[in-house]
């Protein structure tokens, strides 16, 4: 079964850090790329970042370019999430979403994680 | 402002047919970037319901479909249920912007 786990959502002081991590399973995780998608109270889904397979190649929201790194270690089947100089309009849930399709124009997200949450507030 | 437009609410009784548009531009839909629809059910992870403008993962009813023409797409449920009732959103590429989009998403109410 294919399975995506976030973790690492908290409350954290505007101008922070922090890490999300998402554990993959069931299926072989350098074949494909992956995304973040962020939900913000009572708000609609928005990209936030993706990286590709095994290449490293990386896209981000405007609202995010800057403070945000995404990246993954294949060896762990393991997506992250570096989010730095959090704003409290970065509150939102998380989600990692595992991509299909051969090229930009056609990927969706096929498969998607719980969701963690994060709470920017002083 | 979404680079999608979706309708914010639409509503239909138990076995009627509804449908929920999606409307793009020129460097998304418009320019050969397929539509997908997902759907989240109340206090749930997103689903994807139609991929590739109209094509339905394995255990999605066929009571859900999925086209698309020049700068928009369109979802189509048909059959209304109860259980249909949740948050749909459209999703595609834009070349202009090198990002994935999402509508702003539709609340479908079953009455």
């Known amino acids: 079964e294919v399975r995506l786990l976030e973790s690492g959502g908290d409350l954290v002081q505007p101008g922070g850090s922090l890490r999300l991590s998402c554990a993959a399973s069931?299926?072989?995780?350098?074949?494909?790329?992956m995304s973040w998608v962020r939900q913000a109270p009572g708000k609609g889904l928005e990209w936030v970042s993706r990286?590709?397979?095994?290449?490293?190649?990386?896209d981000y929201a405007d609202t995010v370019k800057g403070r945000f790194t995404v990246s993954r270690d294949n060896s762990k089947n393991t997506l992250y999430l570096e989010m730095n100089s959090l704003r409290t309009e970065d509150t939102a849930v998380y989600y990692c979403?595992?991509?299909?399709?051969?090229?930009?124009?056609?990927?969706?997200?096929?498969?998607w994680g719980k969701g963690t949450t994060v709470t920017v507030s002083s | 402002q979404s680079v999608l437009t979706q309708p914010p609410s639409v509503s239909g009784a138990p076995g009627q047919r509804v449908t929920i548009s999606c409307t793009g531009g020129?460097?998304?839909?418009?320019?050969?970037?397929?539509v997908h629809w997902y759907q989240q059910l109340p206090g749930t992870a997103p689903k994807v319901l139609i991929y590739?403008?109209?094509n339905r993962p394995s255990g999605v009813p066929d009571r859900f479909s999925g086209s698309k023409s020049g700068t928009s797409g369109s979802l189509a449920i048909t059959g209304l249920q109860a259980e249909d009732e949740a948050d749909y959103y459209c999703?595609?590429?834009?070349?202009?912007?090198?990002?994935?989009?999402f509508g702003g998403g539709t609340k479908l109410t079953v009455l």
């Open positions: 069931g299926f072989t995780f350098n074949y494909f790329a």
């Open positions: 990286v590709a397979g095994s290449s490293g190649n990386t």
């Open positions: 999703q595609s590429y834009d070349s202009s912007l090198s990002q994935w989009v």
């Open positions: 979403a595992k991509m299909r399709g051969a090229t930009r124009e056609v990927w969706y997200m096929d498969v």
């Open positions: 020129s460097s998304n839909i418009g320019a050969n970037s397929d």
């Open positions: 590739g403008n109209n």
